[in-house]
């Protein structure tokens, strides 16, 4: 998913978010750099890989959306490659990027939020448990699960607009609703009223606990299994390996939560009549009955490719700005 939750922790920060959308794993000192340089470097991280894999995040969109409306439908189930020629003849090499400039506007002000959201919830649930923050930092992995958990709601309620527009944006075909994205939100306010801005906000939220749990509990087996019989291999290695594998698992037990979104996102969009008008629940027996449990899962494929790629460029992206940020602090 997208807007899902990222999960910051301490011993070095790591953040694992599997985005819909995505798995990242930062490393990096705390003492090394301020908090404005944090948020910097994670953001422009996020963004660079974001547009690295955006060809086949649009494609993970386009295959989710096929069975909601007559003309997608029509796909049936087209390959990868058949749908990316498609791209090119019909709509041009650069829609492979469409809604990829939402994205970008998306990264910084959720880093922000995660970021600050996360140490205010750890230092709320440290107090109630009565502890010494500083000293015992990284005692309880329950406050580093529930803090991530909550800034996760945070900062998924705070930009899911951003999310949502994003959607609408590289769900668009041949035909041209939306023009940009303040023309995308002037339209969705005017159609649908500000509260269309939040359609699938519900099964946002429903996959941040899920998600944050899968990714905490894979990537610490498989890290503790590794260490303890290579543990004289790079850390860094480690990390993209777990953290690779970690968004792989999160990715598959969260895909229909993030497939019901999306379509949710869609409702009504361009002035299309509404499929799913039962809610959540509705939405999930109707995927099922008319396209079976294998319509969940559609667009699961270029999910998986883009998984360790986008850990990798955001890995290696995030070091080298963490690296040059903190020579330009020295001086």
Not at 78 to 91: D, F, L, T, Y
Not at 95 to 105: P, R
Not at 224 to 238: G, I, K, L
């Amino acid at each position: 998913m997208e807007a899902r939750a990222g999960m910051v922790m301490e011993g070095g920060q790591r953040t694992l978010n599997a985005d819909g959308v995505t798995a990242k794993f930062l490393v990096q000192n705390t003492h090394q750099l301020g908090t404005l340089h944090q948020l910097l470097a994670g953001g422009i991280a996020g963004a660079f890989s974001k547009t690295c894999t955006a060809p086949l995040a649009r494609l993970t969109i386009l295959f989710q959306v096929q069975g909601m409306h007559s003309e997608v439908a029509a796909l049936r189930n087209p390959s990868i490659r058949c749908e990316a020629s498609r791209i090119i003849n019909e709509e041009g090499f650069r829609a492979f990027w469409k809604g990829n400039m939402v994205t970008i506007a998306h990264r910084l002000p959720y880093s922000a939020v995660n970021f600050y959201a996360y140490e205010r919830y750890k230092n709320l649930l440290h107090s109630l448990m009565g502890e010494n923050v500083r000293g015992n930092s990284s005692a309880h992995p329950l406050v580093h699960f529930l803090g991530g958990g909550l800034a996760g709601i945070t900062s998924a309620s705070a930009t899911y607009p951003l999310d949502l527009v994003r959607t609408r944006l590289a769900a668009q075909r041949s035909t041209m609703y939306y023009r940009g994205i303040s023309h995308a939100f002037s339209t969705i306010c005017r159609d649908e009223g500000f509260l269309g801005l939040y359609k699938g906000l519900g099964a946002t939220l429903l996959g941040v606990g899920p998600s944050i749990a899968i990714s905490f509990s894979v990537y610490e087996w498989l890290r503790s299994v590794w260490q303890s019989q290579r543990p004289d291999d790079s850390t860094a290695v480690v990390g993209l390996a777990c953290g690779s594998l970690s968004g792989i698992a999160s990715s598959t037990a969260t895909f229909p939560l993030d497939l019901v979104r999306r379509r949710m996102q869609l409702e009504g969009a361009g002035g299309r009549a509404r499929v799913y008008n039962t809610g959540l629940v509705g939405a999930f027996g109707r995927i099922i009955q008319t396209e079976g449990v294998r319509g969940l899962y559609r667009g699961i494929l270029p999910e998986y490719y883009k998984v360790v790629p986008s850990v990798g460029i955001v890995f290696m992206t995030y070091e080298t700005l963490k690296m040059l940020l903190s020579g330009i602090s020295n001086y």
